[in-house]
DNA sequence: TTGCTCCTCACGTCACGTGAGGTGGC
DNA sequence: TTGCTCCTCACGTCACGTGAGGTGGC
């Protein structure tokens, strides 16, 4: 029989920890001594210690463990606390992989002497309703017009309260720059319905935006020629975390821009991706 | 210029997440109403919180980023901190490694319905002083005997403040019953210098033993016979663990034997492992 | 008798989540 | 005027680590 300072000793665990195991009733000493208070533990009690350190190797907290001691553990139960724990397990692996290749990358850049590029973020993003007109812009002051014409044109059709922020989606697939596939149109805050009729016979239509699991983004400052160096910090961050462009790029505007100072407009690009290996999370 | 509530939608962050930060100073807003209170933040704001979160993405601690974003950071002290977290990284990603497939093998065996194994334990140990006497011994009874002398005769030599518990080192590289070579002796725990004459000219004798980076362990209640089983966990745990057998085992009696009733022992052996990738943590 | 070990509070950790209770702005 | 949004506390989280202050046993 071991006071508690030498079945610490022999447990490679301290005192406070065997203390708050028993106050929690994972591992009651053997014995309490009425008058002292002092906790006496046997031998065999190393093996009850084991079992719950060993639990929590596996990634349980210690009212898991403690329900699982006392429960008699109905089988399927333990299985079914167990495929939550591998899936848990897998989760995290897949985060610290992800971390670990990122402060690599990262070290790789600083000692190359290269920017910083640290402000890419990768979340998932929820679906949103939007009010957009989609069409093919053979350059940028034409992107520009139809930008200005929405400007003027739907805040007179929707309510301001409604009316979230520009956005751009681009949906060519490659970048050409005298052929872009994009559409663009305002975040609604609040379910409308309505078409919004333009020049020439084109309309703005609401539509829903699907959700994106992994979305790349960065905010970018400036002129749009700066996107570039925004697209390349983002695309070496995705890369060096294994993730792999999907689907169209967006451009939030984050403040209402103004079509003659759209040098000094605030954007925050975003573009989709997937895990290299494995088309779903 | 927004209000909390937008900004943390744009930012698909919490409002607490950025008043938390305000508090810390890590992002404070942009204006702050003196009459309200009300916090106030600006588009280009959303980069630096980007920033942030990117910081902490890589496992750094909101402290580091303050003393990072405001400390004009001196390069070599980023690399120093870089390397930290991805030494970190990396033994955090080991440790998911590992509890992954244990789970994993606790899954594959409750689906077989096998036994538990769940109480074996892959710790540290530390070195200690011995006084041990090495012999190869032909049969169970020849170990008993051995044993039996130490057991009277050490005591009269050593203090019983500095006498530990009993331990048997297992020498041989593999198992055969009919030619073990042993070491049997006291765990000291106050430096002894003593030498300890036994029956036919053998010597009991101080000497350090060297700490162990991982050590499985297993307690077995019962007879010897029993070992089998617990030497089986360990061998299943320590396989599933991706880890190998390195050097001598041992048996620790954590209750002092009575060599006519050896059935009723206590035991914790100890198995020395490593990893199969690298020869050392 | 002097150390040594044990005891019971009780605060600290880390990055926020989650109310409670109250007030300004459209 | 009614919601809506914002504000500031302040407690809870999880598994202990770390003193503080005091007492029993060899």
Redesign the interface.
């Known amino acids: 029989v071991f006071r508690i300072g030498e079945f610490s000793r022999?447990a490679?665990v301290s005192c406070r920890l065997l203390r708050h195991y028993d106050a929690l009733g994972l591992l009651p000493p053997h014995t309490v001594d009425e008058q002292t208070g002092y906790r006496y533990y046997v031998?065999?009690q190393?093996?009850?210690l084991?079992?719950i350190?060993?639990?929590k190797?596996?990634?349980l907290s210690l009212e898991q463990i403690g329900d699982l001691l006392d429960g008699g553990l109905p089988?399927d139960e333990?299985?079914g606390m167990?495929?939550l724990?591998?899936a848990k397990?897998?989760r995290?692996?897949a985060v610290?992989?992800a971390?670990?290749t990122?402060?690599?990358s990262?070290?790789a850049r600083?000692d190359a002497g290269e920017a910083d590029d640290?402000?890419?973020?990768v979340?998932?993003?929820p679906g949103f309703v939007l009010l957009s007109v989609r069409q093919c812009v053979t350059s940028f002051d034409e992107a520009r017009g139809l930008i200005a014409e929405l400007l003027e044109v739907v805040p007179r059709r929707v309510s301001k309260a409604a009316l979230g922020?520009l956005v751009a989606l681009v949906h060519s697939p490659e970048f050409e720059p005298d052929d872009i596939d994009v559409e663009l149109g305002f975040v609604l805050n609040r379910a409308v319905d309505v078409t919004v009729e333009l020049e020439r016979g084109r309309e703005a239509r609401v539509r829903h935006v699907d959700p994106v699991p992994r979305m790349a983004?960065?905010?970018r400052?400036g002129p749009p020629e700066q996107a570039h160096a925004t697209t390349g910090a983002i695309a070496r961050h995705i890369e060096a975390r294994g993730l792999r462009l999907a689907g169209p790029n967006r451009e939030l505007f984050?403040?209402p821009p103004r079509p003659d100072r759209m040098h000094d407009v605030?954007v925050?690009m975003q573009f989709p991706c997937v895990d290299e290996n494995r088309a779903t999370v």
Do not use: M, P, T, Y
């Open positions: 022999l490679r031998a065999s190393l093996s009850d084991h079992r350190l060993a639990l190797d596996l990634g089988e333990l299985r167990l495929l724990e591998r397990a897998e995290e692996l610290q992989a971390r670990l990122q402060i690599e990262r070290i600083l640290g402000d890419v973020v979340r998932a993003e922020q983004v960065c905010v400052k984050l403040q605030v925050e």
